[in-house]
């Protein structure tokens, strides 16, 4: 199929977006919300409300009301929504998106419905969040970080921190830090509380995680958090001279264009929506504006985070191709772009990372001090690193002050060198000249 003239090609994305915004319903109106698959590893599937039941699931798909997640023997998933508050899903796991809207004056409401398996919930308590398993209900307006599964004879609520409060057919039962109350699913959910909570496998993965956003959201600086802990760990940003304040992913190299890669997914009542492969492609799809600048490459410019963009923007320009092109909606299947979306983000044990990569293949947190890598990367054109295990259950348990400092990286023409080495991003990033 040959590529449409940039002109040509202009015009297409103008007139498709007009009428994929036309079908879109009034967000101002509807309060209509999506929230982040932020994280996939393994078999996860979802069913996005199309008709088509559930397919194969990846990162940076929106979830909007009605989506449903499950995941296999083998498979984890996380959700981040737009304050960072994060909910990761266990194996052998299954949940709805039962309500995702805003009220009038804009407080953001979130209901989900665990229906069978176990889910981590950390909230940052910014905005209104329910969980509904078995017969019970969990409202939330504050901070609080705890476990929750369900099965069909017993359930059981385990909080690490804040207290929480669980609504059900015997009453109202208040769960305070550190402690887990279990229902008995056959006797009316009836509570029992114990002063300790048992150790599960995947803890440290829950944990890890929590500590991942916690440790590259410290400044944020925008009003939703969600990818913004993505953004400062895959990349950096930069003031260039006649485009502002951008951000750029490391390793770009010369080329790269940040369309090459991903897939678009159709969503009832919204058509189709751009999901990037990258592991930070979120918050510079849905908001803001891509550009490119001479010397420096593409670049994401912050902003628009009062509405979500179906289609990405971004600035046209005769200095580099683009190739954005917005398929029609006559199936509703999944159209994948390049490498398309990533199924399982675990670390393979040896990686090379290249210039024009972006991030694709570093797992979160699984190679520490990403900006020293990207300079050399940008002088060499490659690095042969190690990735340490990224939230792995199995993975020996790290201190927060090392949990993403501890992996090993042998790289190609020299080491490492000190963490205060190369900035990757005067001149144009990782490989731009």
Known sequence: MSTPSLSRFSLLLLSTAACTLLALPALADSQARIVRLSDVQGSVQIDKNSGLGFENAFINLPITQGVQLRTGANGRAEIEFEDGSSMRLAPNTTVEFSRLAADDSGRRISEVSLVAGMAYVNWMGKDAFTLNFSSEKIALDHVAHFRVDTSTEVANVAVFKGDVDVEGPSGKLTVEKKKTATFDVANDDKSTVENKIAEMPLDQW??????????????????????????????????VPGYGMMWQPYFTGVGWDPFMDGAWGFYPGYGYVFASAYPWGWMPYMYGNWAYAPGYGWGWQPGGFTRWHPVPHYTPTTLTHVNLVVPTAENGKTVFVGKGGPISSVPPSHLTVRAGSAGMGIARGSLTNLKSLNHQVAKSGFAQVHPAPAFSASSPSRSSSSSFGSSHSSMAGSSMGHASSGGGHSGGGGGHH
């Open 206 to 239: 829950d944990k890890e995680s929590v500590s991942y956003h916690d440790q590259y959201a410290k400044n944020n600086q925008t009003p939703y958090g969600y990818g913004v802990s993505d953004l400062n760990y895959y990349g950096g940003y930069s003031n």
